[in-house]
């Protein structure tokens, strides 16, 4: 009953959201404790346009900027998170959270270097029951338009790791989708932030896309 009345309140939040087209818009998670939460800015823009020309999605060009903690999110089907360092969530912003992604959402976080130890332990707090597991790489987020064989492509490197992408899954269904040690974002961005190739750029992009697709059809 209580993971019904939570999916009704998503819905009623869809439908009566002032900002009539929210369906059709991602959002950036806005976070406490000193982390960058803002990094990346060009990128989710880059990505909403790829994904409208590739996968002929209606997306919204501007992507929407959302607390944790606020009610706001469940107007959201699709959020991400991104950073460098802290992360703190109170125990309300994790019960939010928590109650978004049983919902029905979907929350894509991207280690910009430096976030790891951090979202780990505050993702701890919105699913104590839960762990992130290593996605392999049959799974169907690597497989939509564009194959990535093995896995996440490496678009940064940081401490000579090969990328990992985890999931926190819920009744079966992946809720969440932590790519660690690859640095998607920074290949949404404009080529000349980081003096990223175009193959790079495209790479990254054509990944972020597969998240999307997965996201918006499952």
């Known amino acids: 009953m209580r993971k019904i009345i939570i999916f009704l309140v998503l819905l009623l939040c869809l439908s009566h959201n002032s900002k ?12 406490n404790g000193g982390g960058d ?17 590739e996968l002929n999605t209606k997306l919204n060009a501007n992507y929407a900027t959302v607390d944790v903690g606020s009610s706001e999110l469940f107007f959201y089907p699709f959020v991400h998170l991104t950073g460098h360092g802290n992360v703190v969530f109170s125990d309300a ?8 992604l049983i ?15 951090f979202i780990r332990r505050e993702m ?4 104590p029951e839960l762990d992130f597991v290593e996605i392999p790489f049959a799974h169907e987020i690597y497989h939509q338009k564009y194959v990535f064989a093995n896995g996440l492509p490496k678009i940064h490197e940081h401490d000579n790791k090969f990328p ?11 809720m969440c989708f932590y790519s660690y040690e690859c640095d998607l974002g920074d ?19 054509k990944m972020g896309a597969n998240i999307i697709q997965y996201v918006f059809t499952n």
């Open 124 to 127: 701890k707090k919105v699913f």
């Open 20 to 31: 009539s087209q929210n369906y059709n818009t991602i959002a950036l998670l806005k976070y």
């Open 103 to 117: 919902a029905g959402g979907f929350l894509h976080i991207d280690d910009n270097y430096g976030l790891d130890a």
């Open 164 to 174: 990992k992408g985890y999931g926190l899954f819920y009744e079966g269904r992946l």
């Open 93 to 100: 912003e994790a019960k939010n959270l928590r109650n978004y």
């Open 187 to 205: 290949g949404w961005e404009d080529t000349s932030v980081h003096n990223d190739t175009e193959e790079r750029h495209q790479t990254a992009l």
């Open 37 to 53: 939460w803002y990094a990346n800015p060009t990128s989710l823009s880059n990505l909403i346009k790829f994904c409208n020309k």
